[in-house]
């Protein structure tokens, strides 16, 4: 089921993502030729799995904030390809365990790595793409941007495991909910932004305006991703629309839906997340529930703000079209649920 979210500031042009995208087309094109190098091995099945997901069709935003982020300070040299392709790996990876994890059926529109290969396969062929990534950041030779990129991969860890800790719960808060996705999402947004002017030999103000954008642009993506799991399509997502809600996962729209809710409608929310009984009639009626408390306005709402933050983290770096693409990005990802 989809529904149309009406954005205020939407009166204009539709975002997109197409500024950066031809900005960083060069440069794109030598990281896939380096990700289809670095993903190769005698042993058969890694190539096998790991192309599966590679060549699945996502924007590869991730590494395009790299070298965006390089570029605009004036780089000129062939790390940020490197680091690009090590953020694009460490991403694929994460998607290979999350969909272990999450026991999931569909990624992108195809069946999941695990659904073919099984979950000792991805688990693997994640644990491979994830030492790859760490031998190209070494061959960069910059202790700084090794230092952020290894940093997020335990952070990341450590949101995946708070998110079993807290998945089922519904007293779960919105607190919880927050440290789950600046975990899991923003730390790879804000590494992959930083290690731009790291390696083109940035200021400590600009590394920290980089990684402000990224963090909050992190969370903005998560936010409206969670928004669309109960209000858009499965071409939008990737994967079956209420597969959160299947799933047992606590996102934001649940949270609000589920306090604002009266006690019967609380304890339907006990039965269906922390019961199991998320059935197809359980989950239309879960989509009322999230309509009527404003679920998904307010996580809009709150997505909207973050991205604000984005925003301001960039004012105050020179004018050019690296930062105007960077800016309008953060309008495509809120845009999305439009």
């Known amino acids: 089921m989809g529904v149309v979210i009406p954005l205020e500031d939407n009166k204009n042009k539709q975002a997109s993502v197409k500024p950066l995208v031809d900005l960083t087309l060069s440069d794109m094109e030598r990281v896939n030729q380096l990700i289809l190098s670095k993903a190769g091995s005698d042993v058969q099945m890694i190539p096998e799995v790991a192309n599966h997901l590679i ?4 924007k590869r935003l991730r590494p395009m904030l790299t070298l965006a982020a390089a570029s605009m300070f004036g780089y000129e040299g062939d790390g940020h ?6 953020v694009e790996f460490m991403h694929t990876a994460t998607l290979l365990h999350d969909d272990v994890v999450d026991e999931s059926d569909l990624r992108r529109g ?7 290969w099984g979950n000792q396969a991805s688990v693997l062929v994640g644990d491979f793409l994830l030492g790859q990534a760490f031998r190209m950041m070494v061959d960069v030779g910059s202790i700084d941007a090794l230092d952020v990129l290894s940093t997020a991969a335990s952070v990341i860890a450590e949101g995946e495991v708070l998110q079993l800790s807290v998945a089922k ?3 779960t808060t919105e607190d919880d909910y927050l ?8 730390a790879l947004f804000a590494a992959a932004s930083e290690v731009g002017p790291i390696v083109a030999g940035g200021s400590k103000a ?10 909050n642009l992190g969370l903005a993506f998560q936010l409206v991703d969670d928004v669309l799991d109960y209000g858009g399509t499965s071409s939008d997502l990737g994967k079956n629309v209420g597969d959160d809600f299947r799933e047992g ?15 019967q409608d609380r304890a339907f929310w006990r039965e269906a997340i922390e019961g199991g009984a998320s059935d197809a009639a359980n989950l239309e009626k879960a989509l009322g529930l999230i309509r009527r408390y404003g679920g998904l306005t307010d996580t809009i709402a709150r997505a909207k703000h973050y991205g604000t933050i984005a925003r301001d983290a960039l004012a105050p770096l020179p004018a050019s079209p690296w930062k105007s693409a960077l800016v309008e990005v953060i309008d495509f990802c809120i845009d999305r649920v439009s």
């Open 169 to 171: 719960n519904m007293e």
């Open 249 to 263: 996962k606590i996102t934001l729209p649940v949270i609000l839906s589920y306090r604002r809710g009266t006690p």
């Open 206 to 215: 600009d590394r920290n305006a980089l990684k402000s954008y990224g963090t």
């Open 55 to 58: 060549s699945s069709g996502g």
């Open 110 to 116: 195809k069946s999941t790595a695990r659904t073919i």
């Open 81 to 86: 390809i490197k680091l690009a392709t090590s």
């Open 179 to 186: 440290q789950v996705i600046r975990a899991k999402t923003a």
